[in-house]
Structure formats: C-alpha cells, structure tokens
C-alpha cells in the first residue's frame, strides 16, 4: 500500500518562503505522477502542481505560476515543493497525493477521480 508523509509547512510572512517535502513508499515514484493539492477553510480543494512519473516534466496552477517550485528525487522517493513569495491566500493545508496518469493530464480537473493516496496534509500559514 502507497504511505505518502507530507511536512515543511509552517507559519511565515508574506514574502517568506517554505520547502514542503513529501516522502513516499518506495518506487512510487516510478509508478505514479505526483500532485500537490492545497485547501483554504471554506474553499474547495485545489490542486496546484504535478510532477509527471512518465518524463518529470512540471505543471502548475496559474494561481502558483512563478512562485512555486515542484521536482523529486527518485532515489530518495521524495517530491518537493518549494513556495517563495508567498501570499497570505496561500495559506491552506497542503497534501501531497498520486495520480494515476503518467503525463500529469487532468491533475487539475475538480474533484478528479484519477488520485490514489494522500497524505495527511501540512499547514502552510502565510500572515500578512
């Protein structure tokens, strides 16, 4: 069974910058695309960048374009999120979570389907 641990989160100013990390079991990597999705209270969950287990290549939310940063390291079976100058909008819980198509497509489609396994999420708090 994929075990997906998310940590890095904190509280920061605006401006400031976090690195979230997500360590999974090994070689899920090599099996599935990995997504991160964040939710605010009251807002629904939004997913906001997907690194793909195909070819690594990288999307991400308009809402984080420019300011947030997704790679992996395979060996270590680890997924990172980089998030600089941050806003206080950016403050949700934030999960890491496996999505089942290799290129990434449809990471982003509402309430999608196509995820597997989550972590338990991090707090992100942004204060202005």
């Known amino acids: 069974q994929v075990q997906l641990v998310e940590s890095g989160g904190g509280l920061v100013q605006a401006g400031g910058s976090l690195r979230l990390s997500c360590v999974a079991s090994?070689?899920?990597?090599?099996?599935?695309?990995i997504a991160w999705l964040r939710q605010a209270p009251g807002k629904e969950r939004e997913a906001v960048s997907c690194?793909?287990?195909?070819?690594?290549?990288?999307y991400y939310a308009d809402s984080v374009m420019g300011r947030f940063t997704i790679s992996r390291d395979v060996a270590q079976s680890t997924v990172y999120l980089q998030l600089d100058s941050l806003k206080p909008e950016d403050t949700a819980i934030y999960y890491c979570?496996?999505?089942?198509?290799?290129?990434?497509?449809?990471?982003?489609?509402?309430?999608?389907?196509?995820?597997?396994?989550w972590g338990p999420g991090t707090q992100v708090t942004v204060s202005s």
């Open positions: 090994e070689f899920t990597l090599n099996h599935y695309s």
């Open positions: 690194i793909a287990s195909a070819d690594g290549r990288t």
């Open positions: 979570a496996t999505f089942f198509i290799d290129s990434c497509a449809g990471y982003n489609k509402r309430a999608s389907p196509l995820y597997h396994s």
